[in-house]
């Protein structure tokens, strides 16, 4: 596990480029990114980058299905922060949109699931990590999916809209994990990453268990020593 420690978010936010800016120069051309407020900075420096964005494929971690338009959906935060910063005709494959959004979930599912299939493997992750030590639409004490690929359907019972989100099997096929853990209230979650805690009911410590690739903590949170 590597551990980076930033004195600033926007610091924090700057070395995140220049990780994705080293993974893309190393040929690397298919990234899983989440929503949720922590990598908004990240996502906006990212957009000033001179990449060569059209062959570049970002895919969305997990999605709320909601309207595009509404202010919970990841899609309208992405495009917001980064796709529409980008410029027509330059943007990155980005997936999913669900511009296909149906009220019918399992259709939508098999859908999502048969577009992503054509989609370039991906083999880094930038992703968030909230203070329950969930990750992506993984939540604690939510049964495990029926299948291991792909998207999968999360229904939180104290929300009036279904999730997506991408299977931990996804994640654990990646070769190289951010983990961007930012704000004062996730230093408990921190704390016990780096502690190596084995939690089963905790997501992001049971992917930590089980992850063969490598593992960057990048925080701006002050760490006891």
């Known amino acids: 596990m590597n551990l980076y420690k930033y004195e600033s978010y926007k610091l924090l936010s700057k ?17 899983i990114i989440s929503g949720g ?3 908004k900075q990240f996502l906006r420096y990212l ?18 299905l909601v309207s595009p338009k509404d202010k919970k959906s990841n899609y309208r935060f992405i495009k917001m ?14 997936f999913p949109t669900l511009k296909f959004y149906s009220s019918d979930v399992k259709d939508l599912i098999e859908r999502l699931n048969d577009s992503y299939k054509t ?10 990590v909230g203070q ?4 992506a639409s993984i939540f604690p004490n939510h049964s495990k999916p029926k299948h291991s690929s792909g998207y999968f359907l999360v229904n939180n019972e104290d929300e009036d809209f279904y999730r997506i989100s991408l299977t ?18 996730k230093k ?26 490598e593992v960057n903590v990048c925080t701006d949170i002050e760490i006891s020593t």
């Open 81 to 94: 922060n980064i796709l529409d910063r980008i410029g027509k005709n330059q943007e990155p494959d980005f």
């Open 132 to 135: 329950d030590g969930h990750f």
């Open 119 to 128: 989609l370039p493997k991906p083999a880094i992750a930038f992703i968030g």
């Open 168 to 185: 931990i099997e996804e994640f654990l096929s990646c070769k190289n994990i951010f983990l961007l853990i930012h704000g004062n209230e």
């Open 188 to 213: 408990s979650v921190l704390k016990r990453i780096l502690d190596l805690e084995e939690r089963d009911d905790i997501p992001i410590l049971h992917f930590l268990s089980q992850f063969k690739g």
């Open 37 to 39: 407020s922590s990598p």
């Open 47 to 64: 957009a000033e980058e001179p990449l060569d964005w059209p062959k570049i494929s970002l895919i969305l971690s997990d999605e709320r």
């Open 15 to 31: 070395a995140l480029v220049s990780f994705f800016r080293q993974f893309v120069e190393s040929n690397e051309k298919s990234f």
